[in-house]
């Protein structure tokens, strides 16, 4: 039973990461990438972390990639990539590359795991899965990572904001930034601050 | 028989049942309820009161021309409908709908998902309910629909985090986000919306834009954007977007109802076994069916909000109000109050 | 019981598959989506660890990854974002102003 789980949804995943980064139109890879998320968020469950599992569709399939797919419709980015020349050759490269790649990644793992097996795997351990024993430990041994990473995602907020603004309303912003980003400023600070609209800029 | 496996597939059929025969209840109620707020008579031709007026809307889907432009992107165009209704269906997995029955000696808890992070897995869920959106509004090769489907994916993924914070207040004084035990906690406190009404009322803004219901309707908006994200569908597809719009408003009708009302409990009511949990069944289906019939009062009362109003109302007047709440209930509850 | 050198040995051919993707797509957008499965199955590889000594460390790094994931998309999608506007294409060959 668990064997046909994990063979059925890691073909899943292996098949729609192939159409991410295979498929020409960058939509389908982005939908690809939410059936590849969904499927490993399954393989977290059999794995017994069910909190992640369901960390992993909130956040990653369920906010990061719908914000790919808008940045993808705001600039208008669906139109198929051009086909270079002497494709097939760049094709048939990255295919042998990535064999490589895997063949020394999986052999690397592989040699760890031999190493460090003690024998078959114990049944999955309350302490594991339980939410509770992991929010213990998230917020007592691994507090200031907690933090830090907290005001990773603020930083992450003010450069997003920042940097996404229009030249037009950094030039208007009340504060000195805006107008020392753009290379406008003046002497004189202009007065008339506006917050800068949602709905960037897309042609 | 394994009866755990029995009862599973007993608790799927009731929910799927109950939610599929809301879509034709709803319905009618929002073309009669409308028509009472507007003072006109509104469907009274089929059958008593109308009633009958959502068979023949089903019947006339099923026999419309489905029309597939040529122009789109037949993949996406097939998949969004699809991809609208399946989380729909499934958020409401979590939700319990009475006490524990004892059955053959195994304890049968009365929700169909009976998960460790069940409002987690509730709003993981809904959160995939923008993918539907935006693939119809993208490849029905439409600006229309595109600028529809834009507005759409913006406000759902602004208002999930209100929502979200609104929730997560809720579950500190429970300690659990299973909503089992946010039911049993409000079975010996105060109903939630007494003590967290700013958090009930962030719920419940949110909850409207969640299911882009007026006022927050803009992605689908009939006198500006032609029919929003779902312009290009017809017959049974369009009818499969009503339908999701319907089921996620009662799931997130039962949800609201089950964090801040006590879920399937009235106070003073304590029934065990099979006649506990009908009542319990019936409390929660009237407590979402008021829910659901303000809903269809509030889009009817008032006018839509512009799009930089709506970004600017999730984000600068939601989301403090939300994180405001939250702080006070987190130190109310290290305080002992809570 | 499934064996956890299955479940590394799809997190290396997720990884590799991510890593082919960030090399070959000209698509600004598409390196970023092939870059966010290579982390996925970073993620993955820590949770079979996790599994595999029966410590919740892994799981806890992986809440880190998520998190840090989460900054990086944004930053790097406003990024992209400011580079439109400014040389209006996002295809990786054209922009090449730091080549001499």
């Known amino acids: 039973m668990e064997t046909a789980i994990f063979l059925l949804f890691a073909f899943l995943a292996v098949a729609s990461s192939l159409v991410v980064v295979a498929h020409k139109n960058p939509v389908y890879s982005t939908m690809g990438l939410v059936l590849t998320l969904s499927a490993v968020a399954v393989l977290f469950v059999l794995l017994g972390a069910p909190f992640l599992a369901v960390l992993q569709i909130l956040i990653y399939a369920g906010a990061i990639v719908v914000l790919f797919l808008f940045v993808l419709m705001l600039l208008n980015i669906t139109r198929e990539e051009m086909p270079q020349s002497g494709q097939p050759v760049q094709r048939w490269t990255a295919i042998l590359g990535a064999a490589i790649f895997f063949g020394l990644v999986g052999t690397l793992l592989w040699r760890v795991y031999h190493a460090a097996n003690r024998g078959p795997l114990a049944p999955l351990s309350e302490q594991l899965v339980s939410l509770k024993a992991l929010a213990g430990e998230l917020f007592a041994e691994y507090l200031l990572p907690f933090e830090i990473v907290g005001l990773l995602l603020l930083v992450a907020v003010i450069a997003a904001t920042v940097l996404a603004r229009r030249p037009e309303d950094a030039e208007n912003a009340g504060t000195a930034v805006g107008p020392v980003l753009t290379g406008t400023a003046t002497t004189e600070p202009d007065p008339s601050g506006q917050n800068p609209d949602f709905g960037g800029g897309g042609r | ?338 | 019981m499934i064996p956890i050198s299955w479940y590394l040995l799809l997190s290396a051919l997720l990884f590799a598959i991510g890593t082919a993707g960030a090399l070959t797509r000209r698509n600004g957008i598409s390196i970023f989506l092939s870059i966010e499965l290579m982390l996925n199955a970073a993620n993955l590889a820590l949770v079979a660890y996790s599994r595999m000594w029966d410590a919740r460390t892994g799981q806890l790094v992986v809440f880190f990854v998520l998190a840090v994931a989460a900054a990086e998309a944004a930053v790097g999608l406003a990024l992209f974002i400011a580079i439109y506007r400014q040389r209006r294409t996002i295809d990786v060959n054209r922009l090449n102003l730091m080549r001499w």
């Open chain 2, 1 to 338: 028989m394994n009866v755990e496996l029995l009862a599973t597939a007993a608790k799927m059929a009731v929910t799927l049942g109950l939610l599929l025969n809301v879509v034709p209840i709803m319905v009618w109620v929002e073309r009669r309820g409308s028509a009472l707020m507007q003072d006109r008579p509104g469907p009274n031709r089929l059958g008593p009161l109308g009633l009958f007026q959502a068979l023949a809307d089903a019947v006339k889907f099923m026999f419309k021309e489905d029309v597939t432009p040529t122009a789109v992107d037949r993949p996406l165009y097939l998949a969004a409908p699809v991809l609208a209704l399946l989380p729909a269906l499934t958020t409401i997995t979590v939700v319990p709908f009475g006490p524990d029955l004892l059955v053959h000696g195994h304890v049968i808890p009365l929700v169909v998902a009976d998960a460790d992070a069940g409002v987690l897995l509730f709003l993981a869920l809904a959160s995939l309910g923008v993918y539907g959106i935006v693939m119809a509004g993208y490849a029905s090769n439409n600006k229309f629909s595109l600028l529809g489907s834009i507005r759409a994916s913006a406000q759902l993924i602004s208002y999930e985090l209100a929502l979200t914070l609104s929730v997560v207040a809720v579950v500190i004084p429970v300690s659990s986000f299973r909503l089992a035990d946010v039911v049993a906690y409000q079975r010996v406190h105060l109903w939630n919306f007494i003590p967290q009404f700013l958090g009930f009322l962030v719920f419940l803004v949110a909850s409207f834009a969640e299911t882009n219901r007026l006022p927050f309707d803009l992605s689908e908006a009939e006198s500006e954007l032609i029919a929003g994200f779902h312009t290009e569908y017809s017959a049974m597809r369009f009818a499969t977007f009503f339908m999701a719009e319907y089921i996620s408003m009662t799931a997130l009708s039962a949800l609201g109802v089950t964090l801040y009302f006590g879920g399937w409990s009235l106070p003073g009511v304590h029934l065990e076994g099979w006649l506990g949990a009908l009542v319990g069944l019936a409390v929660l289906a009237a407590k979402v069916a008021l829910c659901l019939g303000f809903f269809v009062w509030v889009r009817w009362t008032f006018p839509r909000f512009r799009y930089d109003q709506l970004m600017r109302l999730g984000w600068k007047v939601l989301l403090p109000i939300a994180i405001v709440n939250l702080i006070v209930v987190a130190a109310l509850t290290i305080h002992g109050t809570l």
